[in-house]
């Protein structure tokens, strides 16, 4: 099975500073790798994927992503964090369902704490 | 456009009674996703449809939980009857399947309380 570790619990940063979210994967075949953000009290919001291409990978809001597959890593970063960055941030990759469909497998998620 | 809908934002229940969570998805959207979230156990797939039939069901926790999707605008969990343990906030995700890179659209979640 498809699958994703965050080894972080929580991340500190202070705001100006470069952040960076780290995300493992394990998969057969080609992985679909996406980061999603929660805020407090909200839904989850897509911020970027990898599908295939270039292994930066820019998405929103400043952020952009590192896909290795030699180390089968999907690093989150943004090169100067803010406060307003502060939230829980998911690693998913996809499932291929029988007749096509997409299923999400989700990390853990690390808790983003950007600081004055 | 809307994204997905779902009701009530909060709910607060005594331990025994019956639960109604609802969702709407996105118009178009061929797969649904009901997720549980708690601090202990992160997020949980608990079942998804695909043209309004249950595809997978697995991590739906016993029988006390229930969903249906009587058609392609709406969905419902049931849990009856509820237990403290069922508190959590619960997320429907809607997607395009076939041919499509997979991204999901979740609702703002329903917290359930149980008393």
């Known amino acids: 099975a498809q699958s994703v570790a965050q080894p972080e619990d929580q991340v500190n940063v202070a705001e100006g500073n470069p952040l960076t979210v780290k995300c493992t994967y394990s998969v057969s075949g080609n992985p679909y790798l996406f980061w999603y953000v929660q805020y407090p009290n909200r839904g989850l919001q897509f911020l970027l994927k990898y599908i295939t291409g270039d292994n930066l990978v820019k998405g929103s809001y400043g952020f952009e992503a590192e896909f290795n597959k030699s180390q089968t890593s999907f690093h989150l970063k943004k090169p100067s964090a803010l406060v307003s960055d502060s939230a829980l941030y998911f690693c998913?990759?996809?499932?291929?369902?029988?007749?096509?469909?997409?299923?999400?497998?989700f990390g853990t998620g690390t808790q983003l704490k950007v600081e004055l | 456009d809307a994204g997905v809908i779902q009701s009530p934002r909060h709910e607060v229940t005594e331990m025994g009674q019956e639960v109604t969570l609802r969702c709407k998805p996105i118009s178009g959207h061929d797969y649904l996703f009901w997720y549980r979230q708690t601090m202990m156990r992160g997020l949980e797939l608990l079942i998804y449809f695909n043209n309004n039939v249950p595809i997978d069901d697995s991590g739906m926790p016993e029988d006390r939980f229930s969903a249906k999707m009587p058609n392609a605008s709406f969905s419902t969990l049931k849990i009856q009857p509820s237990e403290p343990r069922d508190s959590a906030v619960y997320f429907c995700?809607?997607?395009?399947?076939?041919?499509?890179?997979?991204?999901?659209?979740f609702g703002e979640g329903s917290r359930l309380t149980v008393l």
């Open positions: 995700a809607s997607s395009i399947g076939q041919g499509r890179t997979g991204e999901l659209f």
């Open positions: 998913a990759v996809r499932d291929i369902l029988t007749g096509g469909g997409n299923k999400l497998t």
